[in-house]
């Protein structure tokens, strides 16, 4: 069974900071690539960042140089380290974890979302 857990979402002023993260378990042996992506009142869901498993990683232009993905591979968790953040990114952020390779059979799945909020 996949499972996957996003937290660290809250509260912050613009120009703070917050860390989510994603925790996944199931295929741990499976080649994957990791996603965010955050999704407002009213709008589409939107891509945000990823990062695959040669810690390759792409971000959306709106959140170039301010957002940070990273993994740490023990603990199957990635981190999306959010800095200068602005009221435009407010939304739910969840998480998505796609399967490759000889794993890439397996359907992806998305996380229950962690709530970013931030006031200006």
């Known amino acids: 069974q996949v499972r996957v857990v996003e937290s660290g979402g809250g509260s912050v002023q613009a120009g703070g900071s917050l860390r989510l993260s994603c925790a996944t378990s199931g295929y741990d042996y499976c080649s994957h690539d990791i996603s965010w992506s955050r999704q407002s009142p009213g709008k589409e869901r939107e891509f945000v960042s990823a990062?695959?498993?040669?810690?390759?990683?792409s971000y959306a232009e709106s959140v170039r140089g301010r957002f940070t993905i990273s993994q740490d591979k023990v603990k199957n968790t990635v981190y999306l380290q959010m800095n200068s953040l602005k009221p435009d990114d407010t939304g739910m952020y969840y998480c998505?974890?796609?399967?490759?390779?000889?794993?890439?059979?397996?359907?992806?799945?998305w996380g229950q979302g962690t709530q970013v909020n931030v006031s200006s």
């Open positions: 990062i695959d498993g040669d810690d390759s990683t």
């Open positions: 998505r974890i796609d399967y490759r390779g000889r794993c890439s059979g397996l359907a992806g799945r």
